[in-house]
């Protein structure tokens, strides 16, 4: 079956550090790949996706980019900023139409002034 | 463009108490998902509809929840008789895999529930 795995956290950064946190699938066939992030007291909302190999999501200044030959979507933020506190969710779609998501367990971010 | 509604927002009852938390999806939006979300087991898929028919139940706890799909715009999941360990947050999501999306799921705002 399908599965997603991230990076265990809590992670706890400074403004303007450097983030990464890695994400690892197992699919059959070429899933889409996607990272979903959840403010506080919110659902989960889209932050960014790609749907083939070597293809880069990016948004609000994160990227990931898919990498099948290491089955891997690592999100990346060159500066965080404290507003980025949250959780992120990296997840998969099989490309069949019978799908459903595959979420990993979530990591949680707090940068700290 | 509405996004997917879900209510009631919170909600406080006591054991033993029936809950009914509802959803409607975006328009168009073809699979429907109802997930729960707790400390302790992190974000669970319960049940997904596609087309309005259920495909997967297998999340579903017990025989205590039960979750329908009568149209294309409203979807309700059922606790009776409800327990205290059911106190989490019920997400709604949907999504739409025909027509080259990407299975992409937006989620609801969530209904918190608490039982006493």
């Known amino acids: 079956g399908n599965s997603v795995t991230q990076m265990e956290g809590p992670v706890t950064l400074s403004e303007e550090a450097f983030l990464t946190i890695n994400c690892t699938y197992t699919a059959t066939g070429y899933p889409s790949l996607f990272w979903y992030v959840q403010y506080p007291g919110e659902g989960l909302q889209l932050l960014l996706k790609?749907?083939?190999?070597?293809d880069k999501g990016s948004n609000k200044g994160f990227e990931a980019t898919y990498r099948k030959e290491t089955t891997s979507f690592h999100l990346e933020k060159g500066s965080v900023q404290v507003s980025d506190s949250a959780v992120y969710f990296c997840?998969?779609?099989?490309?069949?139409?019978?799908?459903?998501?595959?979420f990993g367990d979530g990591t949680t971010l707090t940068v700290k002034p | 463009d509405a996004g997917v509604i879900q209510s009631p927002r919170h909600e406080v009852t006591e054991m033993g108490q029936e809950v009914t938390l509802r959803c409607k999806p975006i328009s168009g939006h073809d699979y429907l998902f109802w997930y729960r979300q707790t400390m302790m087991r992190g974000l669970e898929l319960l049940i997904y509809f596609n087309n309005n028919v259920p495909i997967d139940d297998s999340g579903m706890p017990e025989d205590r929840f039960s979750a329908k799909m009568p149209n294309a715009s409203f979807s309700t999941l059922k606790i009776q008789p409800s327990e205290p360990r059911d106190s989490a947050v019920y997400f709604c999501?949907?999504?739409?895999?025909?027509?080259?999306?990407?299975?992409?799921?937006?989620f609801g705002e969530g209904s918190r529930l608490t039982v006493l």
């Open positions: 997840a998969l779609s099989p490309n069949t139409n019978a799908g459903k998501s595959t």
């Open positions: 999501a949907s999504s739409a895999k025909q027509g080259g999306h990407t299975g992409e799921l937006f």
């Open positions: 790609a749907t083939k190999a070597d």
